[in-house]
């Protein structure tokens, strides 16, 4: 079945520092993929999604790639701030337009002053 | 403001009592969910609705049910509530299916006692 893994569960960096979260993906088609972000006490905000192959999706700094060759979509910032600390979810559209999403597991993202 | 609104944001039960969880929209989106957020398992998803009186299990609709009678609200009901169900449960709405993002609300956060 359709499934989508977080390698990292958690990531701990300083500020300015680089940051990749690693999403991989199984699924037959081509699914839309997501990323979310959700801030303590708060509900997960869209950051962006891409729909196909190579399609590159970014807002407020981040960015990733769809990659059908590596069934990856890494979530990719040139440099953090400690206002980026949050949970991180990748997200996966099933196909046969369900409405439905599979989210992986999150990467909570920790950025030190 | 596009926004998603949950009622109530905190709530205690005990065991077998039954809970009403509501959530509203003010986007006219067709498409709304339900979900919980436990610690490990991410998000996972219990209903879909599609419309008004147009409702789908996700996959965890085991003792739940659902009602939306007006496209801006949707709600989520544990009859007899259980230990089992303490979480966090996350509304969210959607203008279209597999390539529309989703806004979440803030939550609710029930303990079941």
């Known amino acids: 079945g359709d499934s989508v893994t977080q390698t990292e569960g958690q990531v701990a960096l300083s500020e300015e520092d680089f940051l990749t979260i690693h999403c991989n993906y199984s699924?037959?088609?081509?699914?839309?993929l997501f990323w979310y972000v959700q801030y303590p006490g708060e509900g997960p905000q869209f950051l962006f999604r891409?729909?196909?192959?190579?399609e590159k999706g970014s807002s407020r700094g981040f960015e990733a790639t769809y990659d059908k060759g590596t069934t990856s979509f890494h979530l990719r910032k040139a440099s953090v701030q400690e206002s980026d600390s949050a949970v991180y979810y990748c997200?996966?559209?099933?196909?046969?337009?369900?409405?439905?999403?599979?989210f992986g597991l999150g990467t909570t993202l920790q950025v030190q002053p | 403001d596009m926004k998603v609104t949950q009622m109530p944001r905190y709530l205690i039960k005990r065991m077998g009592e039954n809970v009403l969880l509501e959530c509203g929209q003010d986007?006219?989106?067709?498409?709304m969910y339900w979900y919980r957020q436990d610690p490990g398992l991410g998000l996972q998803l219990i209903y879909i609705?599609?419309?008004?009186?147009?409702?789908s299990e996700g996959d965890i609709p085991k003792g739940y049910r659902v009602s939306r009678k007006k496209r801006e609200h949707f709600s989520l009901i544990l009859d007899s509530a259980k230990t089992n169900q303490t979480s966090v449960y996350f509304c969210?709405?959607?203008?279209?299916?597999?390539?529309?993002?989703?806004?979440f609300g803030p939550g609710t956060r029930l303990t079941v006692l």
């Open positions: 969210a709405s959607s203008p279209g299916r597999n390539y529309a993002e989703q806004f």
């Open positions: 699924a037959s088609g081509y699914p839309a």
């Open positions: 891409a729909s196909r192959d190579k």
């Open positions: 997200a996966l559209g099933i196909t046969g337009n369900t409405g439905k999403l599979i």
């Open positions: 986007m006219s989106h067709e498409t």
């Open positions: 609705s599609y419309d008004v009186d147009s409702n």
